[in-house]
DNA sequence: CTAAATGGATTACGACGGTAATCCTTATCT
DNA sequence: AGATAAGGATTACCGTCGTAATCCATTTAG
């Protein structure tokens, strides 16, 4: 997969549910949006997954009369794309900002703090161990 | 401010060039546009001024036969509006897993962290000072 | 003085995205 | 069997966005 389709807001909530839960039809899809939200109209949603196959991020299969989607591309893979994209538009490609924000505006606890620590520890130990840079 | 408007990705960099540099003419701007990138047409930016000022993300005054412009926004705010947008949109406004994956992929250095840390330290004393909650 | 450049207002175009309808076919319900 | 619901293909509408032109008046350059 050489290139990660741009997905819009709209269309993360349809790929995070079919991330969590795939092969899915097109019927179950639109049962579980709705049960999140009950804002979602079922021919929006068959729209949206259409784009989405348009786009590469999707497949599908027919399976008697409907159809059944399955994620072309990695939930990492497009978090990683879309985080890209947005530290380069605000913070022109650094991440700190927006951390200070977090943290000034209390959305980022010392539990995350500490965690986050954990997991940074977690990855220094590795990279010690394997010795090249 | 109430809202605060939703920047699209182009008017970011506009936004970011007169944060750094305000009040700024549009001539002053679109000249500084084209030195870092020459592929700004003059009149592009000029429409995109206009959709800020619309927008409520700038306001201008006239001086002579041009405007000059002032943020009606900080550079804070957006970021944050900004982040918390992307949040939701990519991780369903949960901040644990956009913490993980920037470890994870080393978007996050030790660096950010000491500094994080220094940020939540700062933090967390003025309310123990303050008492109440 | 004339021509060219400049600055802003207005307009425009095509693509995109959210929202949904219409049409057709098939399946299900009464 | 007839009516209704469901599933998908196609179409449509409107606002947004990036890109830029046109028009007009004013300023600047030759």
């Not at 269309?11 to 939200?37: N, Y």
């Not at 990695?74 to 994209?85: D, H, K, L, P, W």
Request: glycine share 8%; with cysteine.
């Amino acid at each position: 997969m050489l290139k990660i389709p741009k997905i819009t807001e709209t269309e993360w909530e349809i790929m995070r549910l079919i991330w969590t839960k795939h092969p899915i039809t097109s019927g179950e899809l639109i049962d579980q949006l709705s049960a999140q939200d009950r804002s979602w109209h079922p021919k929006t949603a068959r729209t949206l997954l259409g784009r989405l196959v348009k786009k590469g991020a999707l497949k599908y299969e027919p399976l008697g009369r409907s159809y059944v989607y399955e994620p072309l591309v990695t939930e990492e893979e497009c978090i990683g794309s879309a985080s890209e994209s947005f530290l380069d538009r605000v913070f022109g490609g650094s991440l700190q900002p927006m951390l200070a924000y977090f943290v000034k505006n209390q959305k980022l606890t010392k539990q995350d703090f500490k965690e986050l620590g954990e997991i940074l520890e977690g990855r220094e130990k590795p990279q010690n161990k394997r010795g090249k840079k």
